[in-house]
Structure formats: structure tokens, C-alpha cells
């Protein structure tokens, strides 16, 4: 008799698990609260009508339907998981608080470069589901799977081959009640590790486990934070912060697997990050206008802020995720030279700022802040109008990527005559 399975999230994730699950003979009822599935309720009942589970990442563990599952005696996955468990390849799960997708795409295009048949999936955007349904599904093939900390909250089907763990900062804190239990999310991950199988943590990470007096693994290898990207182009993102920070990582597991160095080197010199990641959208005179709106965390920021020279004309703001903003603006502020403030958390930014000798101004629209900032730039002549938030995009945007091309759109209605407004 086939399974019956339940798939909860009819999103991305969880129209792939469906898929997977009916080609592989189960009788499948998608459950989703928005009415985009079979059923749009869930309860005692639909636990005792169907065999197995497959939860969409969106589900926190205080979801009442996450809850039923989990308090239940029966087979529950997540889709990654799920997918894990019909693939025939090595699986290879990068993950981090920043960074993931460059480091999982670059990853995965070195390794092509040398020789290998590898495919990147998971939060990059392929579900890892749907690359189990393809020819792809060899025993020879390596798929290098993004794993956000939702992901990783549900480990089991999960038998990974490497673990790559590139950093780890505050972010999150509307989902976790706190840094330690963000962190146990990830950790989960090294659980799911094959016997011999290797961790290979960045430099810092390794300070977290201390912290929350977790031991580290005995596998786990840390990658030397004095390791060079030697031989780079001067226009590779991986020859500076804080992509050589990445290069390091993906350097280390050159060396563990004993691939030829050229093709790492090459793959970084050709590389092209994906849009809202530090870009340089436009330039007028001397002034430069970068879309980092993928910077959805603290971290990410003063990252940006560290990697960029000269005055800096700081857009900022969105919709909070928790933390410790006073401590961000604290740092922030002696690498910023104007801040421009915007959305939810706006307010809360520009009280910080005021105990501050930085200028800062806050706007409701993000057009407004975005404008401002501009004009202030023009004006000076010189310096760098700097788009990277720090907080959620959801406040005004679906995305960060809408919030990257709106930038984009304003940056290019704008011209040197602009000054004289």
C-alpha cells in the first residue's frame, strides 16, 4: 500500500517534496494556510490520515501544525531531508549566517571547472527535490546544498559527505529566542555528518561553540584565517573582505580533496556575484552607488562598511528581525559618514544615532532615504552612497530584490545636474 503524505507549505520546497513524493508512488495532500494547497487545516486527524510528513522551512517549531507532527509518533522530514534520502550522489551542505549563496555557487562552479559533475541546490533556489527527479541523480554526482538555520532545524533523511560552516553572527532573533538556540539550529547539521565525513568551520566559528559550551567535533578542521587568496585578480570579489573570507574556505577543501589549484583560481578570477551583493550599480564623477540589499542582517553590514573606502552616505533600515541595535549603531556609526533611515525600524535607528556625532536623518519611504543620500553625495562631490540595510526587506518590499532594483531605478534617474535641486 503507497504511503500517504502529508506535505505542509505548498511554496517552492514544498511543490518540489510533492512532486518527489508522488513520483516516488506516495499519495500526497499538500497543507498550506494561504489556500494554496488541498487543505488549509490541519489537525489530530489529518495526523492519523497520513503516514509520513514533509515540513516547508517557513514552519517554526511553535507552529501548532509543527507541534502536532512532533509530538506524534510517525516519520517526519524536512524537504531537504526528504530529497537527501532518494539522492545517490555525495552531498556536500554549505551554510553560515552571510555568505552562503556566493560561497555554494562558486563552490560548485569550481569543482565543474575541475572535472567533477556537481550541481548547487537548496536555499540557492533549485530545491534539492527536483534535482533528485532529474537525470542528474548519479552516484557520481555532487550536489553542494545552501542550508539556511530553518533548513537545518530538521535533520533527518540528511547524510552529508562535508560540511562547510563559513560564519556566524546575530540574525534571526524573531524565529529564535535567542543567539544559543539560533546556533543549536546549525549544529544540528554536524549530527547528520557520515562516519570519517568532514567539518570544515571558519576561523571564528569555532569562538561560538566555546561560548555555548558546545564541544567541536573532533572532524571538524579550522581553516586558517591568515591563508591568503594569492594569485587573484585585482578585480576578483575573493581578493578582498569579506569574500576572501570565502576563498579561504573553498581553499581548504581544495586542499582536503586534492584538486588542482588552477581551477580554483580560475573560477574566482571569472567569477560574478549574484545581483544586491555589494554592486556597483552607477558611478557620477566621483561618486559610487553600491546595492548591497541582500545585506539583510548586522553582520553583513559592517562587513559592507568595512570593505568600502572613503565617506560613506549609509541607507539603512527596513523591518527588524530582534537584536541589539544599539550596539549595531554603535559600531556602525565610526564607519559611516551621513546615515539615511528608513521603514519599521527607522525610528529606532535615528534614537540610537542621536547619541552619536554621525548626521542622521529618517524617512518613511524608502524612495526618500534613497534620494537624500544621493543628493548629499553629489553635492560633496565625492564618497559612496551605500545601500545595505541590515534589516528585512518586508516592510515595504516582497524582497530584497525589489528593494535592490528600486535602488537601482532610483540611482539611474539620476544625473550630475541633479546637485543644483
Known amino acids: 500500500m503507497a504511503d500517504r503524505v502529508a506535505v505542509l507549505g505548498a511554496g517552492i520546497s514544498g511543490q518540489a517534496a510533492s512532486r518527489l513524493a508522488k513520483a516516488s508512488g506516495a499519495e500526497v495532500c499538500v497543507y498550506d494556510e494561504n489556500g494554496a494547497g488541498d487543505q488549509t487545516e490541519f489537525s489530530e486527524t489529518s495526523i492519523e490520515q497520513n503516514d509520513l510528513f514533509i515540513l516547508s522551512p517557513g514552519f517554526a517549531a511553535q507552529h501548532p501544525w509543527r507541534r502536532l507532527i512532533t509530538h506524534s509518533k510517525k516519520r517526519f522530514y524536512g524537504e531537504l531531508g526528504y530529497a537527501a534520502s532518494h539522492w545517490k550522489g555525495r552531498l556536500f551542505a554549505v551554510t553560515g549566517t552571510n555568505g552562503k549563496t556566493t560561497l555554494t555557487q562558486f563552490i560548485a562552479e569550481a569543482l565543474k571547472n575541475a572535472g567533477e559533475d556537481v550541481f548547487p541546490v537548496g536555499n540557492i533556489g533549485m530545491p534539492f527535490s527536483d534535482l533528485v527527479l532529474s537525470d542528474a541523480n548519479q552516484k557520481d554526482a555532487i550536489a553542494v546544498c545552501e542550508v ?20 556566524f553572527a546575530e540574525d534571526h532573533l524573531d524565529r529564535y529566542s535567542s543567539m544559543s538556540e539560533y546556533f ?7 549530527a547528520s555528518l557520515k562516519s570519517g565525513a568532514s567539518c570544515l568551520l571558519g576561523a571564528r566559528v569555532p569562538s561560538w561553540f566555546r561560548k555555548f559550551g558546545i564541544e567541536i567535533p573532533p572532524s571538524a578542521v579550522v581553516v586558517d584565517d591568515d591563508l591568503l587568496p594569492t594569485a587573484l585578480g585585482q578585480h576578483s570579489p575573493f581578493s578582498r573582505f569579506p569574500h576572501s573570507k570565502n576563498f579561504q574556505i573553498a581553499a581548504a577543501l581544495w586542499g582536503q580533496m586534492d584538486l588542482p589549484v588552477s581551477s580554483l583560481i580560475k573560477t574566482a578570477n571569472e567569477f560574478q556575484l549574484a545581483p544586491h551583493r555589494m554592486t556597483l550599480v552607477h558611478q557620477l564623477g566621483n561618486v559610487c552607488f553600491w ?12 562587513a559592507a562598511l568595512e570593505a568600502t573606502d572613503g565617506p560613506v552616505y549609509w541607507i539603512g533600515g527596513g523591518q527588524g528581525k530582534g537584536g541589539d541595535i544599539q550596539s549595531f549603531v554603535n559600531t556602525a556609526a565610526c564607519r559611516i559618514s551621513s546615515a539615511y533611515l528608513y521603514g519599521d525600524v527607522g525610528p529606532s535607528l535615528g534614537f540610537f544615532f542621536e547619541k552619536t556625532d554621525i548626521k542622521a536623518e529618517v524617512f518613511r519611504p524608502f524612495s526618500d532615504a534613497v534620494t537624500a543620500a544621493c543628493l548629499d553625495a553629489l553635492r560633496a562631490g565625492s564618497g559612496n552612497v551605500l545601500l545595505s540595510p541590515g534589516f528585512s526587506s518586508f516592510d515595504q518590499f516582497s524582497s530584497y530584490s525589489e528593494r535592490g532594483e528600486s535602488f537601482t531605478s532610483l540611482v539611474l534617474g539620476l544625473n550630475e545636474s541633479t546637485t543644483a535641486r
Open 291 to 302: 546595492d548591497d540589499s541582500k545585506a539583510t542582517n548586522f553582520h553583513a553590514t559592517l
Open 184 to 190: 543549536a539550529a546549525k549544529v544540528n547539521l554536524l
Open 148 to 167: 539556511s538555520s530553518f533548513q537545518a532545524e530538521l535533520t533527518h533523511g540528511l547524510a552529508l559527505d562535508l560540511l562547510l560552516w563559513s560564519n
